[in-house]
């Protein structure tokens, strides 16, 4: 492993079986496809299943040439074999003269073990493909920026203790996900989640937590709950804000409502099972 850090951007587009440096601001084309990840020291909690739902994902926009991938993995993890921590994304571009392949290095913002999240919920879903990760990214951070004004609880400080996000639901105003993040809910000893059959991206931070929960024999449930539901009975029960960026956070706040059970000083047993759930999760990372 190396310990020369790689720049602070860095942009690469696959030919001719390689990677091939270009300017990180030259994709030139419409984001079809996206999967990110952290690396911390060259080690990637659950890196088969973002390159499984990288290479599904594309499959699945057209492209055809899933004989690349292997190599094209390959090459990026050769890139990212350094000391600190990272935040690439693999990319899926439809240009002019068709889809390619193309690896964003990113250095990772800032990560806080202890951060909360405090929801907003978006009056209308913008998101086209929701199933797919990648061409909604653009419009969901748009939105994401607009109901942060609202947001009493969000903090812009150095620390970033407390972070905003956005809430989507269906037509129905059922649950669907954040704008980056996937949600899971305790009541009592059960753990619930969204159902599978509605329109959001697989989440490979919720699985991994879904799978940890069937290992200690934890019951789990699937929960069509709408916002409104969600929001009387948010004071009552602990909510989980999860994704690979960072992790396990535990939602404080929901519309301005405080949510009782995840403010700073969680009960002994929240505390115990988030500190569970947290050093399982870890115990799926690979090498590069």
Aim: proline share 6%; aromatic share 6%; glycine share 6%.
């Amino acid at each position: 492993m190396s310990t020369r850090q790689p720049p602070a951007e860095k942009l690469y587009v696959w030919g001719d079986s390689s990677l091939h440096e270009a300017a990180p601001e030259s994709r030139g084309g419409a984001l079809m496809v996206a999967d990110s990840h952290l690396v911390t020291d060259s080690q990637v909690v659950g890196l088969n299943l973002h390159r499984k739902r990288f290479s599904t994902s594309a499959q699945a926009m057209g492209f055809s040439h899933e004989n690349e991938l292997p190599g094209f993995f390959e090459d990026c993890a050769s890139r990212l074999r350094h000391k600190g921590k990272w935040f690439p994304r693999y990319e899926l571009i439809s240009t002019t003269s068709g889809l390619s392949l193309a690896l964003r290095i990113r250095p990772a913002p800032h990560l806080n073990a202890e951060g909360l999240v405090s929801l907003m919920t978006a009056a209308t879903d913008p998101r086209h493909r929701p199933t797919i990760k990648g061409p909604n990214i653009e419009t969901l951070a748009t939105l994401n920026a607009s109901t942060r004004a609202g947001n009493r609880y969000a903090d812009d400080g150095p620390a970033k203790r407390t972070q905003h996000e956005t809430l989507l639901s269906t037509a129905e105003g059922q649950i669907a996900e954040g704008t980056t993040t996937s949600l899971l809910w305790w009541k009592d000893d059960v753990l619930h989640h969204v159902p599978d059959d509605v329109g959001r991206v697989w989440s490979v931070t919720e699985n991994l937590v879904r799978g940890i929960a069937l290992r200690s024999d934890i019951t789990i449930v699937p929960d069509p709950i709408t916002v409104s539901d969600l929001l009387e009975c948010a004071g009552s029960m602990e909510i989980w804000a999860v994704n690979a960026l960072h992790g396990i956070r535990r939602v404080c706040a929901i519309d301005n409502m405080v949510v009782s059970s995840s403010i700073a000083s969680p009960t002994p047993t929240s505390r115990k099972r988030l500190q569970h759930f947290s050093r399982e999760r870890m115990l799926s990372s690979l090498p590069l």
